[in-house]
């Protein structure tokens, strides 16, 4: 037996569970031998090297019904197409990682920017959005509102919903002129660069617009259209359409209403003089 190992010394080398020999063995990937004169179980030099291939292949976060597969056909073809495989599927988790830290800075970036504009009126350039509205003023009860989201429900994957987290609602321009605040359509923004889907949904141009963020209740929001409004007359603006509601903090990221965070945008353009 001197130069045989046995279950200790092969997990005390290798820095591994006894556990996780007998794991390996259970499974068909590495079996002991059977000493006839002793019983012992024993692994020769040749599992060695066997071993430290299993293990320098599970290091790379490979399954182990994948390298028992690879064991059964062992050739660089097969070495190849494992290593390749597991190459793409880290990228795509490598992406994954990416787009969710993407996520993270945007939601980020959208709170604190928002503690330097609070009760400020700004016009901003607001890039071209597409996305699906979602008419609320027929709506009679909960079930009409799941109706309405199933019915689009196709959009949903690639939403701000749940990308961003974010929800947008929108007053009318004709609305707004009446000063009627409580009729308002969901605006589902998507995010999909996809063209084909971009086509079936409305745009929203590239387009100015005045903004004004505030801090408070939901419930507050009628005040401060009339102030925003107000503020695009004193100034020489007309509105020229309808308004985004951009609800950056709601009761679902607080259950504070003194912190709940929203943005009403109103497109504007200089009046002809």
């Known amino acids: 037996m001197k130069d045989k190992f046995l279950i200790g010394e092969l997990s005390k080398l290798f820095n591994i569970s006894t556990d996780t020999l007998r794991h ?13 004169n002793n019983s012992y179980r024993y692994y020769s030099v040749r599992d060695f090297f066997k071993l430290s291939r ?17 064991m059964r056909n ?15 599927e880290i990228d795509n988790k490598i992406n994954r990682l990416i787009n969710l830290k993407k996520k993270i800075q945007n939601k980020l970036e959208m709170l604190e920017s928002t503690k ?24 009679e ?17 690639a939403s701000s919903l749940l990308i961003e987290g974010q929800v947008y609602t929108s007053l009318t321009k004709e609305n707004m002129e009446r000063q009627v605040f409580d009729k308002f359509t969901y605006f589902i923004e998507i995010m999909s660069s996809d063209e084909e889907v971009s086509k079936q949904l409305k745009s ?57 965070v929203s943005e009403i945008q109103i497109p504007i353009e200089k009046k002809n003089e």
């Open 74 to 88: 062992k050739n660089t073809g097969n070495l190849l197409n494992l290593l390749k495989n597991k190459e793409e």
């Open 116 to 139: 330097s504009e609070l009760e400020q009126v700004k016009v901003k350039t607001i890039p071209e959005r597409i996305g699906v509205f979602l008419d609320m003023n027929e709506i």
């Open 204 to 260: 929203i141009p590239e387009h100015e617009y005045a903004c004004l963020t505030f801090v408070g209740p939901y419930q507050d929001i009628d005040r401060h259209y009339v102030e925003l409004i107000s503020w695009i007359g004193d100034n020489g603006y007309v509105i020229t359409g309808d308004s985004i509601e951009k609800n950056i903090v709601d009761y679902d990221f607080s259950d504070l209403e003194y912190e709940y």
């Open 141 to 157: 009860n909960d079930y009409d509102i799941k109706q309405a989201f199933k019915e689009n429900e196709r959009y949903l994957k």
């Open 54 to 70: 299993i293990l320098f292949l599970k290091n790379l976060d490979i399954s182990l019904e994948d390298i028992k597969r690879y």
């Open 24 to 36: 390996y063995d259970r499974i068909d990937l590495l079996k002991p031998h059977c000493d006839e």
